[in-house]
């Protein structure tokens, strides 16, 4: 049976790793889509246009909730059609809303965004409350139709408070937590050599690229950093399996590619420019290895 992470590696082999991030605030969308529409109607489209032109050499779309979220009802409704646009173009989703809470109240987490109006394929999630905040997911992801992308070891500054920790053992913080996670995925390993359980890595830290891809083999990985926070294509190539094993997220680089040109409405064509762009650099870096 063929499992999401199966689908995700097969995207990633046939369209490269760009993950398109729709995070998507009403001041990035031109003037030309704003005028005479709600702003739930503006996102939108605005969503839409960039779905559309970059669906077909995009491996998966990152839906930031908080954006939405910011918006309130009619921002939530902009997210909702989203998904449900993105579902229609067979695109593969990720929610990115790093819910991290234990028992009952992780369960309602894991039926609202793995069903219903808010239904994606994979969802982030903050496991610094411990591994019981990860277990009532779980059931969703036997089937093979689900997966996660967890927080192990993230791109920003403030990773070294908490995540950068010595343990007992020797090693940080977020080595146990990436060694927990492999721990319960290597139950649920596709065909691919995945499981799906993933993980959020950073490419910030470059030094520590080929040990964690070597760490953590089965591991896909979810890969921030690149571009304004200072990872380069040759940072990311280390944290990949041979140009697979990841995706990399790029989100206002690629939203906002039209501004660079002043090209308001060729936004979606800029965007679909930027995402060649990258990919191919990644690419490039890649074959360099």
């Known amino acids: 049976m063929s499992t999401i992470m199966d689908k995700l590696y097969k995207r990633v082999e046939e369209r490269g790793v760009v993950c398109v991030g ?6 990035y969308v031109p003037e030309h889509i704003k005028n005479e529409r709600s702003e739930e109607d503006a996102i939108f489209m605005f969503n839409k246009q960039i779905i559309d032109e970059t669906v077909g050499v995009a491996a998966c779309f990152k839906v930031q909730i908080a954006y939405y979220e910011a918006m309130g009802i009619s921002g939530m409704m902009a997210y909702t ?23 009952a109240t992780a369960k309602m987490y894991a039926k609202a965004h793995f069903t219903g109006d808010f239904e994606a394929d994979f969802i982030t999630l903050s496991p610094y409350m411990g591994m019981d905040s990860i277990e009532p997911y779980l059931p969703y992801l036997e089937g093979g139709e689900k997966g996660i992308f967890s ?15 010595d343990t007992t053992s020797g090693d940080k913080v977020y080595h146990i937590v990436g060694d927990k996670l492999m721990s319960i995925g290597e139950k649920l390993i596709s065909k691919c050599g995945y499981h799906p359980l993933g993980g959020v890595i950073g490419c910030t830290h470059v030094e520590e690229g080929k040990a964690l891809r070597e760490r953590f083999k089965s591991m896909f990985f979810l890969i921030p950093g690149y571009g304004a926070q200072g990872g380069k294509a040759e940072d990311v190539a280390m944290y990949l399996n041979n140009g697979n094993g990841g995706v990399v997220n790029s989100s206002r680089g690629i939203l906002l590619a039209y501004q660079k040109e002043n090209r308001p409405t060729e936004f979606a064509k800029c965007a679909r420019e930027e995402v060649i762009r990258m990919r191919d650099e990644i690419r490039m870096a890649v074959d360099k290895l």
Not at 22 to 27: C, E, F, K, N, Q
Not at 151 to 165: C, F, H, M, P, Q
């Open 22 to 27: 729709l995070d998507t605030s009403i001041d």
């Open 81 to 103: 059609r989203t998904l449900k646009y993105l579902r229609e173009k067979n695109a593969i989703i990720i929610a990115d809303i790093k819910r991290g809470d234990i028992a």
């Open 151 to 165: 927080l192990v070891r993230t791109s920003n500054k403030g990773a070294e408070d908490i995540e950068y920790l």
